[in-house]
């Protein structure tokens, strides 16, 4: 057995992956301990290598215990506990290269379903993999799954089902379909439109892109081969643990209005564009960009319990998924390596950076991931706030308004007050897009791609926003 170490800098952070960590578990295959933050009110960032200590003690009782960490002095502290512990225990103990949120994820399904410790590092360390083909990037060849052939093994049976979950199969479903196909003496593969994948790695079903009432097949050889097959089947009709209300049931949150009127609001969102200077002090701007990566995290932890307590888990799903994008061990890497070479500002590093992934974004085909820029931008603005220490404030509303702008943050969105704000009227952004989403929860009206449409209009002029008809009216 294996069990896990949370090394975080942030204490919040530590326990928010922690929660998203338990909810993968299925029955006690794998326990978790937690080392996160330091003891000091004033400056409670950091880690401390006796805390870290006494987690791994805390979860000794097994075979193998893994050690899954964030950026910067939580690797040293790891490894300045190993030298504190007793050499018996020690000895159990792994240290883990793997993004800290994606890697605890995949690393904790695959313990929980059984798997020995080379097994749940190298599901951690490829739990990038369906990212990075989502965002259209190449793969890092990770090794392979050896999935038996079917093809011409007349012993072989399958059973097919049609994924009814909303969201397809993603990590918590993908995480139950793990667990429950563990145990079984037999060989499993999933297909998907002749894509397979096997069955006992959370980051292959990942890489199925499983969607909504796509068809998925589970093909099986051996000994218990019937017994997997019905209880893949009966999983499914289950929806994979997850409860689906039906549509009319569902909370569509309030009915926006066919035509809405206010005075029109400029805002101007914020996109600072640092400027390249030389610095010379490359761990000085290596430091402040963990910073301020590690306060822009603590932000989105707030964002995140903001959208459940004002809308639904659904909404702060998003900000839990800006949580995770930022906290990518390759995205903070890359700017230190833009210090590196060209020594200059964390800022300007991480503004290439950031602005990059944002092109590959606008460039996918995909209406629905392209319109995904804007929550990159929006995390790349916030941290960049963070970096020079200027906090733009979003202009004071007076009911009823009309929000006029380029774009919109989705973090922007969650902010406004709908009995004050009556609509947003974008010269450009996506009826898709995160913000869309959420302005729509809070019954505010929404149109976007209205650029000509709001030519010489001034701060204070009265329109009126026909939803209906996707158009802006003037007063």
Known sequence: MVNLVIVSHSAQLGKGVGELARQMLMGGGCKLAIAAGIDDVDNPIGTDPIKVMEAIESVADTDHVLVMMDIGSALLSAETALDLLDPAIAAKVRLCAAPLVEGTLAATVSAASGAGIDKVINDAMNALEAKRIQLGLPPQTPASPVIPSFADDGDAQSVSVVIKNPNGLHVRPASRLVATLSGFNAELVLDKEGKRATPDNINQIALLQVRCND???????GPQAAAALAAFEALAAENFGEQIEPAASQNPGPVITARVKGSAVLWDMPHPQPTQQTCPNVVKEQQSLMRAIEQTLDDLNTLTVMAEEKYSADIAAIFSGHHMLLDDADLYEEACRVIRDKQCSASWAWDAVMTDLSKQYRQLSDAYLQARYIDIDDVRNRTLEHLSGKVLRQPALTSPTIIVA????????LQLDAQRVKGICLRAGSDVSHGAIIARQAGIAF????????NNLLAGDGITLDVDQQRVIRQ
């Open 447 to 454: 149109l976007c791609q209205q650029a000509d449409a709001l």
């Open 215 to 221: 068809r998925l097949t589970l093909l099986a050889r």
């Open 406 to 413: 380029d774009d919109i943050f989705p973090s922007a969105v």
